[in-house]
């Protein structure tokens, strides 16, 4: 079976569980693993821009030091992770006296070399989408989603070389090779407040909550996300009592790795589906493997 570098980060092993066995079930199904890298860190959730803020460098610079030693290429699957960890490798090859700085603080010298890729990366570039489209068991027709990319898997899109930043496609491309209908709106790219939530969610929920009516008025039931956060707020702007949300605007979160279990015919418990959003699963009437024995 062959097998990627992984770098699962500190929210996917917290509050994000549910994306990292969705992705390692998905994985097998495909027939390839997700290989924990050893020894790894937080990468600071944010890179600064701040040119001698080495402090907040050296986190992300120790992880790819370290993944070096077992291989040139590092999946990720936290878009705040892959947004920090891929342009930590791009700022190392500049060589500049502040990455040797960085160098002789860790001890653990790095000058790039390590390829961060996104686990939708691998999904489009290694595995391919018709590939995908064979192995689908349980095609998700009726499913209303709309893509959300949000920030970090696309800016700055200089550096992150992701997808287009205006017009992106890769996960509406997956979600119809898995049977969905894919919703245009105009808010999938739009900024979900980001860490504004930490501080200041009076400031973010009604940003996360203009994405949540944007999608629901373009007729989605559903909205597929690659990232914790993004998904923390979106969720956080709909909680009952919430402001800037109806409820009958509520639109379940999910991660596209949950609907691409179930295309692939994995139980919903495997992929760690919670009640609602098996409910707006159920209701575009999708035979699940429930009970499956």
């Given amino acids: 079976m062959q097998s ?6 500190c929210t996917l092993r917290t509050v994000a569980k549910d994306y990292d066995a969705s992705a390692k079930a998905c ?3 495909l027939g390839f693993e997700l290989k924990e890298m ?3 860190l937080c990468c600071g959730a944010v890179l600064s821009n701040v040119e001698d803020n080495l402090m907040t460098k050296a986190g992300p610079n120790r992880i790819l030091a370290r993944a070096q030693q077992e291989g040139d290429k590092l999946v990720t699957l936290c878009a705040g992770c892959y947004n920090v960890l891929k342009r930590t490798d791009l700022h190392a090859k500049l060589a500049s006296p502040a990455q040797q700085s960085i160098n002789t603080f860790n001890e653990e010298s790095y000058n790039g070399g390590v390829n961060v890729v996104h686990f939708l990366e691998v999904i489009r570039d290694q595995v391919g989408f018709d590939a995908i489209e064979r192995a689908v068991k349980v095609p998700l027709k009726g499913l ?3 893509a959300y990319y949000g920030c970090l898997l696309l800016r700055p899109s200089g550096e992150m070389k992701f ?3 205006n017009r992106p496609s890769i996960l509406e491309n997956l ?3 898995l ?4 919703i245009d709106y105009p808010a999938r790219t739009d900024c979900c407040g980001s860490y504004l939530s930490v501080g200041s969610a ?3 929920q009604p940003m996360s909550a203009a994405i949540v009516k944007s999608a629901h008025s373009c007729g989605a039931k559903l909205l597929a996300v690659g990232c914790p956060l993004c998904k923390y707020n979106l969720e956080s702007s709909q909680i009952p009592g919430a402001k800037n949300t109806s409820a009958e605007e509520f639109l379940p979160v999910v991660y596209f790795t949950q609907l691409l279990g179930l295309a692939l015919g994995l139980r919903p418990e495997e992929l760690e589906l919670n009640m609602q959003q098996m409910q707006a699963i159920r209701e575009a009437q999708i035979p699940t493997s429930e009970g499956r024995d």
Avoid at 4 to 9: I, K, M, S, T
Avoid at 179 to 182: A, H, K, Q
């Fill in 4 to 9: 990627y570098l992984y770098f699962p980060g």
């Fill in 144 to 146: 209303r989603v709309g």
């Fill in 179 to 182: 049977g969905c209908t894919p």
């Fill in 202 to 204: 009076e400031n973010s």
């Fill in 163 to 165: 997808d287009d930043p």
């Fill in 27 to 29: 994985a097998r199904a």
């Fill in 175 to 177: 979600l119809m090779r």
């Fill in 38 to 40: 050893q020894e790894w």
